[in-house]
């Protein structure tokens, strides 16, 4: 593909963000593309690319059904999206050349729940690409994760590689909900080596990190308070108020003793609770996060926020709900495939400094592939490819720097044709 | 009207409970049934009821238009329908039976954002007239208060009273937003006594209270604060926890000091905030309200409740808006009218018991109205018409006994008869 | 006693002022006065005036001892001292002036805890008598009432009054120890009619109030934490944080919801914890009080702060001692004696206005008398003599108009002698 | 001096445990011993070991008198006492033994403000060596450190060793008040290279850790709220409540975001208000601490901890006094230095593991000595000693296992020696 071919598929995927379990057109837009590119051996899609019993962090059938719908007014394959009914998104494609190892590149391919900045100053706005699906967002660059995936097959076919190629298009990595459910999957079972990529990451385009560790065990847990309403003007003690009990539970929960033995994290990402300005709230929700540097640091911080939870409710003697979400364990990169991509980076066109490691400061579901394959006495890498980025991740003006897709096709191609002669 | 044929009306209402400025099917059956019961002199329906740039708390466009258009999916006229469209709901009734004073009587028509119970012990559900408008429900009784309307105009039209009646189908009272417009039309400017009715507030089937008094002040107020999102993981530090903030006002708010002056009330009704549980809130809300048991005291936590916003706000580097919402002011029920009520009341079949007076506890903006009739040199008086309630006002479980709806007509249209003879 | 007698007399109290348990110096000086100006039937010192085993909130013996020994080193006679010793203060005189009832006049006797003002524009600062005792102080009139029970006995004993009047000088009012076990002696049994006296309480020189009501209820609690220590910079999380689930807890006590039934109070007057800027804190304290209007009242506010504290120290997976403290019940006037007293003190020089009602909107252990004496079929009137004070009850520039004594026995002698007539 | 000389004399330190800027007792007792037992060169005491102006954290004249006058009723030499008043404590000792580098060795010498176990299975307690300070406690091996100091200057006194050996026992280590003061002295001017040495740290006995890293920059800072007293009961509404200020400073201190760059540290480690349960707090305290991997990450505490203080000050219409405490730098162990500890311990006798390196995790005011003598141009090494210790420092059950005060004498003195060799 030409650099203009990916910066245009990029583009187009920018355009239709759609957050976990929803990425119904992107599913689509990946197949149409693989087929007419490319001569597969195998295209798993939506139910048989995944183990779909293990999803996690699945949507509502409402919520679900309305991204379907709008994945339906768009030009996607209807044959396609029937597949995917239901929130079984993702597809594996699988290119044989031959004798040699398998190797595995894993890419990502969900939105974010975040609207997207509307200035001249952003790019995707003034450029005409902004996302199309208000109050979603491509704001982590899984767009340009998802072109490098297809750039990467098609560079790959048209190369001596010989081995087999298998790119797992992963749904859900943001709210660590589809790691799992594909690493359950057979496909994963004769990966030799595995790739994984992330750009960004606050590295400037034209550098490379070999291989990154540090990732944080992650997990989420989403409590519910319900407690009785009662008029707040004429009976205010006779309530049982849900808010106070979240409030009280929101502070207490950034305020768990940090940890001498490493890194953790908390967030009490989304909050809601009450009807009515008159009403003593009767509910109250929380969807929080904890992480560690090791899994036992993350497990720390969750004992400590499900204690917090649970008397904070009862403070406010209201009933709680407290349901662990989606979890992902830490994972570390084998030193020779991060040579291997350090060696081919350096001899990669645009790429001007390469880190041999670097900690990535924040959780990925990839670890659960990579976990996987290194306990099936494979080897795995986690590869960064700097680019340029006028905001933070997650942030509304976060934008990638289109040259650095070329990079990591680049580089990635040429790792996986390294592994071919190496292993 | 007889006791079936108001019981029969009360359920309709209460199948379709609509909250504040989307009265729309109400205001139309209210319309239909006046039209075919009886000769009206006079019916001002939505922005001829109420001044329309005086209302407060009105919903956004595309809220009102969900409204808007389930009411067009029932039988409601659409000629009237179109034109309450926008949001101006309400209606102002006039019966002219020749010389005398103006009475006026206020009923309020919205429902609440409250669930219905749904279970077998709550009578509606069992006996097949719940809410068919899902999270919403007239848990306060407002669907009898219509239907009192209605019944009182009958009742005067087939009684000798002489004078006029004016019946003030009022909107929005549960956030307050209706009393104002409406006492500043042009319709409460010849009225010379004004009632006002609601049922329930503790007081059992068979008890009436001749006058209320002990209207708590209110304001309503909504924070929003923006801070800064940021990777929940990556970059903590680099966020602007919007929640955190939110949080520290919530606990702060409901600590704001007890008055030696009297009763003070504070609510944060709702709260929301966040979008993805990996993200560091960008943004919350707090809707609120604070009461007081005279105008000083609701300013006085109304000042407080700024002072912990602003300053939970800049804790945590977050701006915020503070948006200053709905107010009541207090009011007192004259005693002569309250004498008179008394004394009809006693003479009715079914009341068992009167108090001459007692304290809300709660807000009312039927206070614009009276203070208005009041401030015109005229007398108001707000009656407590007892109902059985088996939940409190504002739960799911709220229910009025039926009889007493009849009750409600007995005593209002025979006070408004008595005030035709002694003014 | 003359006025310039009075006010040498509330001076030199002033000077000396001692908090609950403590009154060492003042029990002396009392029983000095006495017996220098008087021919008493009887003077119970100490031990002799109360019921030693139920005495509350007696402070610890190092406590006691010091402001034992302080006392030791003025001219009070060491003989009635040594009665006192381990704390038990207090006096109570009888002066039998022939046949009729025999009536009951209770005064405190305590300071407060609470450092005096310095500034030349505080009249005990400028005028020379500013309390001697650093960090206490007469901030709330009882040396007024002192000086004030020992003119009214020398005015009984100088007037025509037939009958027994009775002065109970009741130590430690201040943190409600002091009226249970003087309620609970022998002398209280056969009191016919009871007063008691306040002066100040916004009420200016000039002005009674004849009775007294409104006394909230009122209950200490103390609470304290014990977490485990760690070293705070290497090991933060092996802490169990005392002084976090301290602040958790105050946050929350505050926050107990407002009651429709009535007045509500709650304060964390005194707290503290850890013990070093580098030790996670393993302990901490709160000495809280609740309040209500009625004794219902109180108890809901206490049952919620319990609730509170509970789970704050759960939360942070400390223990906690809650130890229940003093407490008051509410009580009320006899319209009888309160018409007596407003009979007299129109008639008293300096009277210029006479409140027939008011409420006291504090918490008072008069009321143990006051129940004790209604409930042998007596009666009580709480008094309040008015008196200006620049700064408010409980503050460092607390201040008597020094006129206002006179007022106040002028008042009280005169109601004595109206009872001696009427009953 | 033998092994049980090394224990006799630990003991008589522990007995008396002395809080930072107290230490007249040690610093007599190590002066005594030193006189007794060596012809040193110079000996400095007091104002003479430090430079006094830069003490930090000094308390206040009352608490040192009263440790003054403590010290006085034991056996320690009045004269020396005499030049300690006013806490100028400390000393510094230095031994020529010919030509060769000035070798210097920091051992810091105050106890905790932390109340010493006193059960059987605490050594300390069932040996008889408990400390006879109440609420004082060698709860950090100081007393281990002193007597090193004092075992390193005898064996040095009887060594080959060729140079000059300068002790510097540091008072106020725990409030990081002594370092600087000893730091800003002439003495550290002409040390070529300097050792620092702490026991226990999670190391067992046996085990020496050739060189720390990994202080974390610390800063004291203290908080005084002042508001309005009132009546809790009669005008809760008139005060300005400090503790409720206090309890949401403490909330939010606790839950500043932790940082991606590294570790941080909080602990507001005393808190107090108040005076009276039924007064509502003027005042309240907090003395807090941060902490941070980097100094960078220590003021980013700082400046969040700063905001905090200051608008929960504001939410409560309170004034606020910020003062900044004590602070201490980050400081780095010289790799030379860490091999001749790593090779000296390889030969002594008890040592059964060595670790190159470790992180302390802490913080430690030997930094300020540490950076002085490295911009010099010298070296500096910190020295761990390994000791089983049943409870944590800082914690009531400390203890250190005797047998480790030897292998720090033999470790340390050996390096001194091989200093002399090599430099």
Redesign the interface.
Known sequence: MTSSDLIALRRDFHRRPEPAWREFYTTARIVDELESRLDLDELHVGPDAIAGEHRLAVPDERDLEGWYQQARETDADEGVLERLEGGYTGAVAVLGQGEGPTVGLRVDIDG???AEADDQTHHPASAGFRSEHEGAMHACGHDAHTTIGIGVLEAIAESDFTGTLKVFFQPAE??IGGGKPMAESEHIEDVDQLLAVHVG?DHPTGEIVAGIDGF?A?S?LEATFIG????????????R?A??A???A???L??I?????G???????????????????EH?RV???V?GETTELME?MYEKAE??FR??A??Y?CEIDLEP?ARAPSATSDPKLADIVANVAGETDGVERILERDD????EDATYLMQAVQENGGQACYVGVGTDHPG?????TFDVDEASIGHGVDVLAGAIERIGDEY
């Open positions: 974010l729940p975040q943001e709210n990451l944080l992650v989420h009785e309403p009662s008029h707040a003007g004429a009976h205010p003690e006779a309530g108020n808010v106070q979240m409030a009280t929101v502070q207490n950034y305020a003793p940090r940890h001498d033995d890194a953790t994290r908390v967030n009490a990402g989304i909050v809601e609770g009450g009807s009515a300005s008159n009403i003593v709230p109250a969807v929080a996060e992480r720390y204690r917090v008397n904070a009862e403070m003697d979400g990535l400061g924040g959780s933070g991740h997650h942030t509304s």
